[in-house]
């Protein structure tokens, strides 16, 4: 319980949500820095807060480590110290109740003699599903949920997706010309957007655990599918091509760099054993995939397969073939486009195939705004309602 008179005015009184709030996004920054490094876990932030002699003092911050490594209350914990005995723990998600590689984060917070502990959403994995936030309270801790609950379900949005959907949260992510196309038939990458914009992807693209292509990208456009931006390759996330022949060329940008940044290929069963081999000894992770419809490799079956291997959140960077399967399946939880304004000559290629971008719109499914410019493009944010 609060030990002093101040922290029983700010646990109980008129201040509370102003400062709960304040902490919590503080708590919601820290998380997301660990976003796309965590996975299969979430990347969950945390912050601890005592009352000093001028006001509140965070005392302890802390995000998800990598697999293996202490979730973010322990590191938090580990930062205050003593200073944590009495002291509030602000964390994004209800902390965890289950003995997995690392111990139960709500049995932490009790140890290190907490008094109080916010959290934004309750977590619905069934091994936690309450029994955090019941430890705590059995323990004589005052707990308080659901602050900023909408921020805090975003930041953790992968692992809501893998608990209650059985699959990785996905957003999809083009390019568009001013007049409403993502590339030209046979032309190769095409310059559509702004060089502000290509560093802001690179920077998405740190944010995600896999990025997941087709192999008609590949053949045309020979991406590495990498995060350039000043000292973040190592931020790299997981390459993933969709190819159920293993056309996948051996001299490719991504083959080339697969020891460096992890490439997996998802093919179908009459993929050449040559092939598959081939790959592997190059250093692919090559996952065959049963399930072939129209020469494709079958989306729920794919879904399931990056579920299985501990992806949260997938970025899908195209093509038209995989954004039109998506968008029929109903699977895109986002989609973020940059519309630029080079305009596309000849046949043009429509970001569904037989639609332009409008398509997200027909389906009613979506909340789109204007979220900025960009180098002179415009950026616009969906999310499925």
Request: glycine share 12%; charged share 20%; proline share 5%.
């Amino acid at each position: 319980m609060p030990d002093t008179a101040v922290e029983r005015e700010i646990a109980d009184g008129p201040m509370t949500r102003a400062l709960d709030e304040q902490f919590m996004a503080a708590a919601v920054a820290y998380g997301r820095r660990a976003q796309g490094r965590t996975w299969p876990n979430p990347p969950v932030g945390a912050v601890i807060v005592r009352q000093g002699p001028f006001g509140p003092v965070v005392v302890g911050r802390g995000a998800t480590m990598p697999p293996g490594g202490p979730h973010a209350e322990v590191v938090a914990l580990e930062q205050a110290g003593d200073a944590a005995r009495g002291a509030t723990a602000y964390v994004t998600l209800e902390p965890c109740a289950h003995q997995g590689r690392t111990g139960p984060c709500a049995l932490a917070l009790v140890k290190a003699g907490i008094s109080r502990v916010v959290y934004g959403i309750a977590d619905p994995n069934p091994l936690v599903g309450g029994k955090g936030h019941g430890i705590l309270q059995e323990n004589g801790i005052a707990v308080t949920s659901g602050v900023l609950e909408k921020e805090c379900r975003e930041a953790v949005q992968g692992h809501l997706s893998r608990v209650e959907k059985g699959r990785p949260h996905l957003m999809l992510k083009m390019a568009i010309s001013a007049n409403g196309y993502i590339g030209q038939t046979g032309e190769g990458q095409l310059a559509i957007s702004s060089a502000l914009s290509k560093r802001l992807v690179h920077g998405l693209r740190a944010r995600f655990d896999g990025i997941l292509i087709g192999i008609g990208t590949v053949l045309e456009d020979d991406p590495e599918l990498t995060c350039r931006l000043p000292g973040m390759i190592g931020q790299s996330p997981v390459r993933i091509v969709l190819d159920s022949q293993a056309r996948l060329p051996l001299d490719s940008k991504l083959v080339k760099s697969c020891r460096e940044v992890p490439l997996w290929v998802l093919t179908g069963e009459n993929a050449s054993d040559a092939r598959v081999s081939a790959l592997e000894r190059l250093g692919v992770t090559v996952i065959n995939n049963d399930c072939v419809r129209n020469g494709h490799v079958c989306l729920d079956t794919v879904l399931s397969a990056l579920y299985m291997r501990g992806l949260s959140q997938v970025l899908v960077e195209g093509g038209a073939h995989i954004a039109r399967a998506m968008l029929d399946e109903k699977v895109i939880d986002e989609a973020i486009i940059f519309k630029g304004q080079s305009v596309v000559s000849g046949t043009g290629i429509l970001p569904f195939l037989d639609e332009g971008v409008e398509a997200l719109d027909k389906t009613g499914r979506f909340d789109r705004k204007l979220e900025r410019y960009s180098g002179g493009d415009a950026v616009l944010h969906y999310r499925a309602k």
